[in-house]
């Protein structure tokens, strides 16, 4: 879970302003926009959000960040979705479904760029995204692979119905060590039980 390579592939369709509203006021998702290099530069900048990804990229210049959104807006069969909160004018984050056409159901990622963490942000914004994944794209299983120490992530997927799958060993790298992953995935059914104190509509 985190960020991934993009697939290309057809224009996107336009979107998406859904919300979730609660104590944290607004969270929602919109699709990526030119005006958004900024905050995306910041993000993959920001060590102590990236340091518990899969991937953790030694350097993201603005060039980078520029091919990035561009991706993003094309689409093709990955979804990434900026991450909106009150009270901040630019987007805090983005939570993305990677390969919506595999037969497995799509992978969820998501990165909370700002360091607005731990406050029920990324619980949210995945339920937002997840809730796409299964009514907007008909999936019946999303899945993700998550750093074995990255306790925050598997804490707010738990929450949101998803379950241990399997230990992935040796899955990921940083500095030349290799470390574990865990595969974690959640059920439509399961997912909905889970969320029925969010107002996802
Ligand atoms: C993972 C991420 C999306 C979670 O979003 P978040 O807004 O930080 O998390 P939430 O506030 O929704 O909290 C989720 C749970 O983790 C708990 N938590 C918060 N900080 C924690 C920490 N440092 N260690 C362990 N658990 C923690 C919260 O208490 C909450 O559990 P609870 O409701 O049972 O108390 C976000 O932290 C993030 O973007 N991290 C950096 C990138 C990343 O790791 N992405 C996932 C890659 S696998």
């Known amino acids: ?8 592939g057809a224009a996107a369709a336009g979107l998406c302003g859904f919300a979730a509203a609660g104590k944290l006021g607004t969270v929602a ?19 102590r959000a990236t340091r518990t990804l899969v ?8 060039k980078q960040a520029e091919d990035w959104v561009r991706r993003a807006i094309r689409g093709g069969e990955d979804r990434k979705y ?3 909160m009150d009270g901040r004018h630019e987007p805090v ?3 993305a479904l990677y390969g919506l056409r595999r037969e497995s159901g799509p992978e969820l990622g998501a990165l909370i760029g700002d360091d607005v963490r ?6 949210r914004a995945e339920a937002l995204a997840l809730h796409k994944a299964f009514e907007e794209f008909g999936a019946a299983r999303v899945y993700g692979e998550i750093p074995v120490f990255n306790d925050r992530a598997k804490r707010a ?8 799958e399997e230990l992935l060993p040796n899955h990921g790298q940083r500095d030349g060590e290799s470390f574990d992953c865990e595969l974690w ?16 509509d």
């Open 118 to 123: 731990s406050q029920g942000l990324g619980r």
């Open 185 to 200: 995935a959640v059920l439509r059914p399961d997912f909905y039980r889970a969320v029925a104190d969010l107002d996802l």
């Open 82 to 84: 900026a991450i909106l």
């Open 29 to 47: 998702l919109r699709r990526f926009e030119p005006g958004d290099v900024a905050a995306v530069h910041r993000w993959f900048n920001n060590e």
């Open 1 to 8: 879970m985190g960020e991934r390579g993009d697939a290309d």
């Open 157 to 164: 997927v738990a929450k949101l119905g998803w379950r241990y």
């Open 93 to 95: 984050g983005f939570t």
């Open 55 to 62: 991937v953790q990229r030694k350097s993201f210049s603005t």
